[in-house]
């Protein structure tokens, strides 16, 4: 069962910004306030990879592409990750996702992000 909802996506251009957020209104409270929360994106042609991570104590961790432009936060009162994606690239379109990183669950529709360059 599909426990994630994720939203704002869409288009900008180079060097824009987009809010993604991920609504987890199906996940147990508590099973969303003690795991690990996180996006992935999935590029054309590749695999889905880790872009960023937020532990229940709201430490975080970024893969390389996302450090110094993305910030991934919480809030567990809304059992909500959202993703802020600034200086947005061409390389960076995709459909992005949200799930528990250590144990995932089904995987959502994600929501698609097109940078135009």
């Known amino acids: 069962q599909v426990q994630v909802v994720e939203s704002g996506g869409g288009f900008v251009q180079a060097g824009g910004s987009l809010r993604l957020s991920c609504k987890a209104s199906r996940m147990i409270t508590s099973v969303f306030n003690s795991d690990t929360m996180g996006w992935f994106r999935q590029l054309p042609g590749a695999q889905r990879e880790f872009v960023a991570g937020?532990?229940?104590?709201?430490?975080?961790t970024y893969a390389d592409p996302a450090k110094g432009r993305f910030t991934i936060s919480r809030d567990n009162a809304k059992k909500t990750v959202y993703l802020q994606m600034n200086s947005l690239k061409a390389e960076d379109s995709g459909v992005y996702f949200c799930n528990k990183v250590e144990t995932p669950g089904s995987w959502g529709q994600g929501i698609q992000v097109t940078v135009s360059s």
């Open positions: 937020i532990n229940r104590l709201g430490s975080t």
